[in-house]
């Protein structure tokens, strides 16, 4: 079997404004520092699992204009292979406005563009390269319909799946028994399990609830507090490590992409979470999404100076 990934996302243009304090609503902030990069979720994810030592696949869609040869060249260059991304006509590239402030919080806008042209038809036309995946990563920056086909598909392959549900949007639960790999923040815990997630207590009885409903393994993240790992032989309460944020714009898509890199090279889920957690914290010490993606040398000397 390979250990290819194959992730099936967005991907965006992203334009950032960082500042010294976030405006509050009616306000200007001027003297702002402004910086063009790439990201969405799904390329993020990509590109954080290529950097981190996987062979990833993409598959996605992005507009006849200026931006999608750019971004399809940004990928490659990251190490992802960029065959199954999809030219589409008369529709722009996606695009994300982001507002930074000095602690690293931001205010996020996303215009999908021809993200919302990945449909259920595209991701069926990609089903050799699925027979070829050890794993599908997932994320819901993609149409609803889309997302369970690409789970269905996935399932019916026998291929397993990695889902962030990221951003917190309406999900189907009875997918969840398809899904291998849960990834998800306190807020789209709550939104799964109907209670706030605001602690690492609170986070395991989510996690619990998760696995009742079928999910093979959970992992749910607390920023600065760590993540919580739930598997039927696996309850424990992984640490941070400890670094100054100054962009956490895209750190739940790199530990993902991390993530999804540690599983299929073998490592057990508590290893896999441990690499992606440090890789997530070298991520929130940069700007941007994808320029914030350490390389693989990056995260194995963190973890062993840990």
Known sequence: MHRRIVVIGSSNVDFIMKMERLPRRGETVTDATFAQTFGGKGANLAVGAARAGGDVWFVNCVGNDAFGPLLQNNLYEAGVHTDYI??????????????????????LSVAPGANYRLTPD????????????????????????????AIDLAHALGRP?????????????????????LVVNEVEAQALCGFAVDSPERAAEAAGLLLERGVRAVI??????????AAPDLRMHLPSFPVEAVDTTAAGDIFCGALATALVEGRSLLDAARFASAAAALSVTRMGAQPSAPRRAEIDYLLERA
């Open 86 to 107: 999809f030219i589409e006509e008369g529709v722009a590239t996606g695009a994300a406005l982001v507002m930074v402030d000095r602690q690293g919080e931001n205010y």
């Open 122 to 149: 595209r991701v069926a036309a990609v089903r050799p390269l699925l027979e070829e995946a050890a794993l599908v990563a997932l994320q819901y920056e993609v149409l609803p319909e889309t997302l369970y086909a």
């Open 161 to 181: 799946v990695l889902f962030n549900l990221a951003p917190a949007r309406p999900f189907d639960c009875t997918y969840l028994p398809r899904v291998t790999y």
């Open 220 to 229: 749910i993240t607390l920023g600065a507090a760590g993540a919580y790992l």
